[in-house]
C-alpha cells in the first residue's frame, strides 16, 4: 500500500497545475465576473464595474479580466476609454489602469459625465498585436 501515496500526491499536484491554466483559457473560472462580457477575435473579455451602477457625473473602477479562447497569449496591455458617438465627445477624465496580472487589470478614475449612450473601448495588446473591443451602455 505505501507505494500508492506519492503516486496519489502526483495526481493531485497534476490536477491542481491544470486548474490553474484553465483560469486563463476561457473554461470558467471567471464566474464572480459575467455580468459584462465581449468577444473578439482570439479573446473574451469580462469586465465589472465598482461601484456596480455607473452614475452620471461619479467616479467608477473597472475590474478586467481577459482570457484567450484559442490557447493566445494573454494580453499584457490595456487601454480603456469610452465615448459618447452621438455627441462626438469622450470623458472628462483619463482612467489610469494597472495590471495585476497577465489578463487582469484594473482601471480607475472613470467618469461619464452625461445621461445616455456611451460606448466603452477597450484596446488590448499582446506584443505587437492589437485587438478592440467595444460595447454600448445606456446611462440613465
Ligand atoms: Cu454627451
Known amino acids: 500500500m505505501r507505494f500508492y501515496v506519492p503516486f496519489l500526491a502526483f495526481v493531485f499536484l497534476a490536477f491542481s497545475s491544470e486548474q490553474v491554466k484553465s483560469a486563463s483559457s476561457c473554461d470558467g473560472a471567471m464566474s464572480d465576473l459575467v455580468e459584462h462580457q465581449i468577444e473578439?477575435?482570439?479573446y473574451r473579455l469580462i469586465f465589472q464595474t465598482q461601484p456596480k451602477k455607473i452614475t452620471v457625473g461619479k467616479f467608477f473602477s473597472l475590474r478586467v479580466d481577459v482570457c484567450?479562447?484559442?490557447?493566445?497569449?494573454?494580453?499584457?496591455?490595456?487601454k480603456i476609454d469610452a465615448t459618447m458617438p452621438m455627441h462626438g465627445h469622450g470623458m472628462n477624465y483619463r482612467p489610469s489602469v494597472q495590471q495585476l496580472a497577465p489578463g487582469k487589470?484594473?482601471?480607475?478614475?472613470?467618469?461619464?459625465?452625461?445621461a445616455g449612450s456611451w460606448l466603452l473601448r477597450f484596446d488590448i495588446r499582446q506584443g505587437d498585436?492589437?485587438?478592440r473591443m467595444q460595447t454600448k451602455l445606456i446611462l440613465k
Open 68 to 78: 484567450s479562447k484559442d490557447g493566445s497569449p494573454l494580453p499584457d496591455g490595456l
Open 129 to 131: 498585436k492589437a485587438t
Open 40 to 42: 473578439q477575435g482570439s
Open 105 to 114: 487589470f484594473k482601471a480607475k478614475g472613470l467618469m461619464m459625465h452625461m
